[in-house]
């Protein structure tokens, strides 16, 4: 009875997963960008009621008709909503704290990224640095064509130059990419997961208050050796010079994302209003040349010197 049950949720699972496939292909746009996050989700929801191992006869399986498919699209796209719809719904299986299970989840993710990565450069022979290369210069043609229909200054093409070195970098950071994207991948797909399992199951799946978000102290070594060691490496010395780059964009995230938990603390504990830390987010992300500073300088004060504590300390 029970391997029953489990095959006809199997079945019905992977039924699931490539009706929201096939609309992700024949719907493009906004509901086609917003059904990705949604794609794992079957993935998830298998390998959360029987288990990792169960979840990869589903993800074969998928995998499987999706070649059957014959689109290009389906298979790399099956793999990274397979790999790391497999590595949230085995966590959750185990019974994994939500922070547990999100770091686990990105890293199913980033593996599955990689995998479309590799697949990508060597069955379809797409380059990715070159694509972005590529959209670089498009979108720096047209900004200086634009200049040139209105007369633009000395000064102006001079900043457009700056802007065109600073975006040259970005192909370097493919990998960062990588990282950022398995992160956003995961922690959307177990939100929407915790929303259907409460749901069905009447569970109370939930992630901590954002506030109570607390990183380790040693990520700030890893920020601030890898943020001196940019100064010291040239930028043609390889892997070395890719590694300091992607770190510090990685770790950078991270403490800007403890400045504005720091925030949100903050709010709480004075007990302002809950638009107060949402505008903070809303007006960094208009203003990120100075603010994101400023919230980053914040994150590490926090994490270094335990802010929150002098705050509580305070009350």
């Known amino acids: 009875m029970k391997d029953t049950r489990r095959i006809t949720e199997g079945a019905l699972m992977t ?7 096939l609309v992700i292909i024949f719907i493009p746009g906004i509901i086609g960008a917003i059904l990705m996050f949604v794609l794992p989700v079957p993935f998830i929801y298998y390998s959360y009621r029987h288990g990792f191992k169960a979840g990869i006869l589903v993800f074969i399986v998928s995998t ?14 099956t ?3 397979g790999v790391g719809g497999l590595f949230v719904g085995g966590s959750m299986h185990k019974k994994r704290s939500s922070y547990e299970t999100l770091a686990m989840g990105s890293v199913g993710f980033i593996i599955g990224f990689v995998a479309v990565y590799f ?32 007369g633009g200054s000395g000064d102006a093409e001079e900043r457009l130059e700056q802007f065109r070195e600073q975006l040259s970098t970005l192909p370097d950071l493919i990998p960062s990419m990588f990282a950022i994207a398995g992160i956003l991948f995961a ?19 939930h992630f901590p208050a954002f506030r109570d ?5 040693s990520l700030l070594w890893y ?12 930028q043609d010395q390889g892997v070395l010079y890719l590694a300091a780059i992607n770190v510090n964009a990685i770790t950078g995230l991270l403490i800007l994302l403890q400045g504005f938990s720091f925030i949100f603390f903050y709010a709480h504990k004075k007990k302002l209003s809950k638009a107060i830390p949402i505008l903070s987010i809303v007006i960094t992300l208009f203003i990120p040349t100075i603010l994101m500073y400023f919230v980053r300088i914040l994150g590490i004060i926090d994490i270094g010197f335990s802010l929150r504590n002098r705050v509580k300390e305070k009350e």
């Not at 499987?64 to 796209?77: E, N, Y």
């Not at 050796?225 to 010291?232: P, R, T, V």
């Open 119 to 150: 697949i990508s450069q060597t069955f379809f022979g797409v380059n990715w640095a070159d694509q972005i290369n590529e959209m670089i210069e498009q979108s720096i043609s047209m900004s200086e064509k634009m200049l040139s229909d209105i």
């Open 64 to 77: 499987l008709v999706s070649i059957i498919f014959g689109l290009a699209f389906s298979l790399p796209t």
């Open 15 to 21: 039924g699931i997963y490539l009706l929201l496939l």
């Open 223 to 234: 920020y601030f050796f890898s943020f001196m060691l940019q100064y010291f490496i040239e």
């Open 79 to 81: 793999l990274l909503a």
């Open 213 to 217: 978000f607390k990183l380790p102290t």
């Open 187 to 205: 922690f959307i797909s177990q939100w929407a997961s915790y929303k259907l399992i409460n749901r069905v199951e009447k569970k109370d799946l």
